[in-house]
């Protein structure tokens, strides 16, 4: 892992609508290291070679909190649509968390994606936020087969256990 410098940390989605309803995507992270398969993210769309290489956006809560400030309304926000916002690196620095907490104070709403059981660290901050939505990706009931295609990705039978 490293740490780089974002420009910016709001990207207005352009398709709203197809996309339900979110008005800006936030990724915190560059890479990924559950090293799926099958993962669309991995392409040459995201401009990165080596994509199990985190790239960790040192000043991306600073951005966050200041770009909000500017909006001239509550904004709905995603993250985790081109990495994995809860990767197991979240445990240690909490920028996920923090931002959750950034986006309360901005009265805004968020939809989290992710295939990780660690979003369960993060339950009462969500639950603080006026419109929280948390969907997992989840590709097989089979721990075994999910072994296989998303290695380094915890185990479906912990994401379900995270939805209890």
């Known amino acids: 892992m490293k740490f780089i410098k974002a420009k910016t940390i709001l990207t207005l989605n352009k398709d709203k609508e197809s996309f339900g309803g979110v008005d800006y995507n936030i990724n915190l992270y560059r890479g990924c290291n559950h090293n799926c398969i099958y993962c669309y993210s991995r392409s040459g769309n995201y401009y990165k070679d080596d994509f199990e290489e985190i790239e960790i956006k040192e000043n991306a809560l600073k951005l966050l ?3 909000l400030s500017n909006l001239d309304k509550t904004a709905f926000i995603c993250t985790g649509s081109m990495n994995d916002p809860y990767m197991q690196i979240e445990k240690e620095l909490d920028i996920t968390g923090r931002a959750l907490e950034i986006i309360k104070k901005h009265k805004g ?4 994606i992710t295939k990780s059981n660690l979003i369960t660290k993060d339950i009462e901050r969500l639950k603080l936020i006026n419109h929280a939505v948390c969907a997992f990706s989840i590709t097989t009931f089979n ?3 999910a072994a296989k295609i998303e290695p380094n990705a915890p185990l479906p039978s912990k994401r379900f256990e995270a939805m209890k």
């Open 109 to 112: 709403g968020v939809l989290v």
């Open 143 to 145: 721990d075994e087969l």
């Open 65 to 67: 909190d200041k770009e």
